[in-house]
C-alpha cells in the first residue's frame, strides 16, 4: 500500500497562494471562507450606516464582544488557559483612552493604540506570576485581578473620577459624515476583520501550532526546545490587548465609563463568547458574540433571568455540542457530505539513513550524577558515556534510578550533585528547553504526542527547534521543504499511515513511531528513549529494533531505557546497569548477562530450596481450587497485553507470578481484582465467574489487590486509611483494627497521622493491613517490596510469611524474584503476556526461563 501510495508522490500539500478552489489565500482561508467573512462584515457595515441609534449601540457591542472573545480565543482556544479577569484589561483600555481625552487633551486617534499597549504590558505582567500556576489557581488569580482593577478605579481620585466616573468622553469622527454611535460601530466592525484576520494567520502560523503544542504536552513542548511560559506570556499579552482595544473603543461609544460598567458579569460573558461560539475555531467568538449580544434584545422583557438564561444556554451547548456552535456545524456538513478529507502522499517505507544529515554527532557524558529526594537517594554518583554512532542501554529493576538518570539528562530534574556534557559542552543546570536546544532529544514513557495537531505538524514544529519566527507568519510552518522532510522523517521510522490526521487519533504504535520521528526531526546529537516498547506487539517490537538500529548507524547516540531485554540485547553495544541508584555493571550485553552482580539485582537472593519447600507447604498440594484463570486474554487498546494466561492459585496456598517489567504482570492483577475487564478468557473464584463483576462486587467475594506504589489515602491518618478497609466488613471493626496494629506495630506509633506522610515501607504495611480489614480469602499483592529498604524489605515478607502460616492464600507479584520464590509454594514465569514456565519455587529457580525473562537470551546479544 505504501509503494502504491508512493508511485505518484507529490507535494500538493503545500500548493502555492493561488486562487485555486479549497486552497488557502495569503494563510486566511479559502476563496469561500474568506467570501462569507467579508460578506457578513459588509452585513454590520450596511446595518451600521442604516439602522436607527438604538441598534447601532447594539451592533457596536455586538463587534466588542467579538474583539474581546478573539483575544480570548488565543488564551483558552490555543494556549489552554483559562481567564476570568479580562474585563480588566477592557476597563483599562477603556478608562486610558477616557482619561488621555478628557484630561490630557489627547486625539482619540493616539490614545486609543496607547490604551492597547497598555493593556498589553498589564497582561505580561499578569501572566508571568499567574501562568506558574494551573487550572482553578489560575482562574481565582484572573478574578482577583478584574477585582483589584475595577477597586482601583474607585480609588482613582481625579484621573479616574472614583465612584463617579468619567464623562464627555468624545467619538471621532471617520470619512463619509459618520459621527457618533455610527462611527464607533463602523469602527468597532474593522477591528474585527483586522483582529479576525491576525487570529486566522496566528493560529495557522508556526505560532499557533507552538501554542497548541504547549496546551497539549508541555513537557514535550519543552523538550523540542518551545519555552512554555513565554509562549503563554505572549497569549495572555495579545488577547489583552485585543480586551484592551475593545475596551478603548467602548469609552466613547457609551460617552462615559464608571467602574461597575467593568464588573465580574462582563467577564463570564466573554469567557461565554468563547465557549458558546467555539473553542479555538476562527470565526467562534464572532458567533458566541453575537448569540451573546442578540439575545438579551430578543428577551428584553426577561431581564431579571439574564443570568439564569445565560447559565442554562452554557450548559446546554457544552452538553449538547462542547465544541460550541461552529463545532456543531462543522459536525453536521460532515455528515452531510459523508467524505473524509484526502491524505497528503506518503512515500513509500525507506530504511535509507540519508534522511538523517550526515555530520558528526557528539557523546553524552555522565559525571558523577546526583539526585536525591528528600531522604531518598534515587540516583548516586552515576558515571558513564553513551558514544555517537552506538546504542547504549541503561537498564535496572523497579526503583533503580533509570527515568530519574534520563530526566537529569534531559533538564526535568536539576542533579543534587555531579554534571552531565555533550561532548566537551557543559550542560548541567540547564533548563529542558535549553538542552533541546543544545541537541539532545527524548521520547517518554507514555507518548505525548501534540494531540491537537496533525501527525505532520508534531514533526514540522519540532525541526524548528523552538525558534517559530514572525508572530503572524505562517510561511515557515507549510514550507515545501520543511513538510517534505517531515513525510520522509515519518517513511523512516515506518510509519506507513495519513498525515493530515490528529495525533490523538493515532493507535498506540504509531504514536511511537511519530514520537521518535518528532525527535529526529531537530536533528539531535542524542537521543534519549523511555521504554519505547512498552505496550508493542513482538512483531512491533523487532521493527522498533530495526529502526534504532538504523538511527545509531546514521551516527545519532542513542540512550535507551528499556525492561524488554530481548530487545536490550540485540540491539545494544554497551549496557549500563543500575540498582538502588549506582550503577553495578557495564560493558556489552554478554558481559553484562553474566555479571553475577546484574543476576543479583534482578533475581534477588534467597532462592528457594527443595528444603525450603519442605513438609510445612506440602498440604497446599493437595488443597481445593481457589482460583482459576483460563485463556485469559487482556489489553488496552488493539494491541491485547496478556495472550491466553492460564493458571492456577489453591486454598493457602503462596503462589509468585515473576516476569520483567511490561510483561503483563499488573495487567493481570488488575483483571483478576475488577478493575480491568477481560477481552477474552475465564476468571473462576470459589465457583463464581468473576469476569462480569466490578471491583466493589469482587472485593466483597474476598479477592481484594494491594495495588502497586501503595496508593494509600494520604490526607487521611493511618487510623481513618485503616478502618477504611472495613467499609463492606463492618463486623467487629475495631478488634480487627487491633489485630492489625499486632501484626503492623509501626503502624500504633503513627495512628492519627497523615498517610502521606509515612515512609514507603510504612506505607506499603498500611495498604495490606488496609486489605486485610476487607477480610479477604485471597490477597493479591503488586510489586509489595518496590523501592523499599533492605531492612524494611526483609521486615515486610516476614509479615507476609507469617500471614501465609496462618493459611492466607497469597498471589503476589515482586521485582525481588528470590524473596517471592522463598515466600511461594509455586511460580508461573510470564514473558510477553503468556506463560513461559510454571512450577515449584525451586523448580522455577532452577529454570533458565527466569533467568531469560529478566535478562534475555544470552545467544541474543
Known amino acids: ?99 488621555l481625552t478628557t484630561h490630557a487633551g489627547w486625539s482619540f486617534w493616539l490614545a486609543w493604540p496607547l490604551a492597547a499597549v497598555v493593556g498589553g504590558a498589564f497582561g505580561a505582567l499578569l501572566a508571568l506570576p499567574a501562568l506558574r500556576v494551573k487550572g482553578p489557581y489560575l482562574a481565582m488569580i484572573t478574578i482577583a485581578f478584574g477585582f483589584i482593577v475595577e477597586h482601583g478605579i474607585v480609588e482613582g481620585g481625579d484621573w479616574t473620577g472614583g465612584q463617579n466616573g468619567l464623562m464627555g468622553i468624545a467619538a471621532p ?23 479576525l484576520a491576525g487570529y486566522t494567520w496566528l493560529s495557522r502560523g508556526t505560532w499557533g501550532a507552538a501554542l497548541r503544542a504547549v496546551r497539549d504536552a508541555e513537557v514535550a513542548a519543552a523538550s523540542i526546545g518551545l519555552n512554555p511560559l513565554a509562549l503563554k506570556t505572549v497569549a495572555f499579552a495579545v488577547s489583552a490587548v485585543c480586551a484592551a482595544a475593545a475596551g478603548g473603543l467602548f469609552a466613547p461609544l457609551s460617552g462615559f465609563v464608571t467602574p461597575h460598567t467593568f464588573n465580574f ?16 475555531s476562527v470565526m467562534g467568538p464572532v458567533v458566541g458574540a453575537i448569540v451573546v449580544g442578540l439575545l438579551p434584545e430578543l428577551l428584553a422583557s426577561l431581564e431579571a433571568y439574564r443570568l439564569l438564561m445565560f447559565g442554562g ?21 460532515a455528515q452531510l457530505r459523508k467524505a473524509q478529507p484526502s491524505a497528503p502522499d506518503m512515500p513509500a517505507n525507506t530504511t535509507d539513513a540519508t534522511v538523517l544529515p550526515a555530520r558528526a ?133 515506518g510509519y506507513t499511515g495519513r498525515l493530515d490526521v490528529p495525533a490523538a487519533d493515532l493507535p498506540h504504535v504509531d504514536r511511537r513511531l511519530v514520537e521518535i520521528a518528532r525527535a529526529l526531526a531537530a536533528d539531535p546529537d542524542v537521543l534519549l528513549l523511555d521504554e519505547p516498547a512498552a505496550g508493542l506487539s513482538r512483531e512491533d517490537k523487532a521493527r522498533l529494533a530495526g529502526l534504532l538500529r538504523r538511527i545509531a548507524d546514521a551516527g545519532v547516540t542513542v540512550l535507551l531505557v528499556e525492561h524488554d531485554m530481548a530487545l536490550v540485547m540485540g540491539i545494544s553495544d554497551r549496557v549500563v546497569v543500575l540498582d538502588a541508584g549506582q550503577r553495578i555493571a557495564l560493558g556489552p550485553p554478554g558481559a553484562v548477562q553474566a555479571d553475577p552482580a546484574v543476576k543479583q539485582a534482578y533475581l534477588g537472593e534467597g532462592l ?44 493457602g496456598e503462596a503462589v509468585a507470578l515473576l516476569g520483567a517489567n511490561g510483561a503483563g504482570k499488573s495487567t493481570l492483577m488488575r483483571a483478576l481484582a475488577g478493575l480491568h475487564r477481560p477481552l477474552k478468557g475465564g476468571i473462576q473464584f470459589d465457583g463464581r465467574d468473576l469476569v462480569p463483576l466490578g471491583a466493589e462486587a469482587t472485593v466483597a467475594l474476598g479477592v481484594v489487590l494491594v495495588p502497586e506504589g501503595r496508593q494509600v489515602f494520604p490526607e487521611l491518618s493511618v487510623l481513618d486509611n485503616i478502618r477504611l478497609g472495613a467499609f463492606l466488613q463492618p463486623a467487629e471493626r475495631d478488634a480487627r483494627v ?124
Open 1 to 99: 500500500m505504501a509503494g502504491a501510495r508512493a508511485a505518484g508522490t507529490s507535494t500538493r500539500s503545500v500548493a502555492p497562494a493561488s486562487g485555486r478552489a479549497g486552497q488557502p489565500w495569503l494563510g486566511l482561508g479559502t476563496p469561500a471562507q474568506l467570501a462569507g467573512v467579508a460578506a457578513l462584515l459588509v452585513l454590520g457595515l450596511v446595518l451600521a450606516a442604516t439602522v436607527n441609534g438604538y441598534w447601532v449601540f447594539v451592533l457596536a457591542n455586538v463587534a466588542l464582544l467579538a474583539i474581546v472573545g478573539i483575544g480570548l480565543n488565543v488564551l483558552i482556544g490555543l494556549a489552554g488557559q483559562v481567564s476570568f479577569g479580562h474585563v480588566g484589561f477592557y476597563a483599562i483600555g477603556a478608562y486610558v483612552v477616557a482619561m
Open 173 to 195: 469622527s471617520l470619512p463619509g459624515g459618520l459621527e457618533g454611535e455610527r462611527a464607533m460601530a463602523v469602527l468597532a466592525l474593522l477591528t474585527v476583520g483586522v483582529v
Open 265 to 280: 458579569l462582563q467577564s463570564i460573558l466573554f469567557v461565554l463568547v468563547v465557549m458558546l461560539g467555539g473553542v479555538g
Open 313 to 333: 444556554l452554557l450548559l446546554v451547548v457544552l452538553w449538547v455540542a462542547p465544541t460550541g456552535v461552529v463545532g456543531l456545524w462543522r459536525q453536521a456538513v
Open 361 to 493: 554527532r557528539q557523546p553524552i557524558r555522565a559525571e558523577g550524577l546526583t539526585m536525591q529526594f528528600g531522604g531518598v537517594r534515587a540516583v548516586a554518583d552515576l558515571h558513564f558515556e553513551a558514544e555517537a554512532a552506538a546504542v547504549t542501554s541503561l537498564i535496572g529493576p523497579n526503583g533503580a534510578g533509570k527515568t530519574t538518570a534520563l530526566n537529569m539528562l534531559g533538564g526535568f530534574y536539576r542533579p543534587t550533585a555531579g554534571g552531565f556534557a555533550l561532548g566537551g559542552t557543559a550542560l548541567t543546570g540547564r533548563s529542558s528547553m535549553q538542552i533541546a536546544r543544545a541537541g539532545v532529544a527524548r521520547t517518554y514513557q507514555t507518548s505525548q504526542l501534540f494531540g491537537g495537531l496533525s501527525v505532520q505538524d508534531n514533526v514540522v514544529l519540532a525541526m524548528h527547534r523552538g525558534r517559530l519566527g514572525p508572530l503572524l507568519g505562517a510561511a515557515r510552518r507549510h514550507a515545501p521543504g520543511l513538510r517534505a522532510r517531515a513525510r520522509q522523517l515519518l517513511a523512516f521510522c
Open 608 to 651: 528457594a530450596t527443595d528444603e525450603t519447600v519442605g513438609a510445612e507447604r506440602q498440604g497446599a498440594a493437595t488443597a481445593p481450587e481457589l482460583l482459576g484463570v483460563g485463556a485469559l486474554v487482556a489489553g488496552y487498546g488493539a494491541e491485547p497485553v496478556l495472550h491466553g494466561i492460564d493458571l492456577q492459585v489453591r486454598e
Open 738 to 861: 487491633e489485630q492489625q496494629l499486632q501484626r503492623f506495630p509501626r503502624l500504633r506509633e503513627r495512628l492519627n497521622q497523615r498517610a502521606g506522610l509515612l515512609s514507603g515501607g510504612e506505607q506499603q504495611m498500611l495498604a495490606i493491613a488496609r486489605a486485610l480489614m476487607s477480610r479477604p480469602r485471597i490477597l493479591l499483592l503488586d510489586e509489595p517490596s518496590l523501592g523499599l529498604a533492605p531492612k524494611v524489605i526483609a521486615e515486610l515478607f516476614a509479615a507476609l510469611d507469617a500471614l501465609r502460616r496462618d493459611g492466607m492464600t497469597l498471589l503476589i507479584v515482586d521485582q525481588m524474584a528470590g524473596l517471592a520464590l522463598a515466600l511461594a509454594d509455586r511460580a508461573y514465569v510470564i514473558e510477553d503476556g503468556r506463560i513461559v514456565a510454571s512450577g515449584t519455587a525451586a523448580q522455577i529457580a532452577a529454570d533458565p526461563a527466569l533467568a531469560r525473562a529478566y535478562l534475555g537470551a544470552a545467544e541474543e546479544a
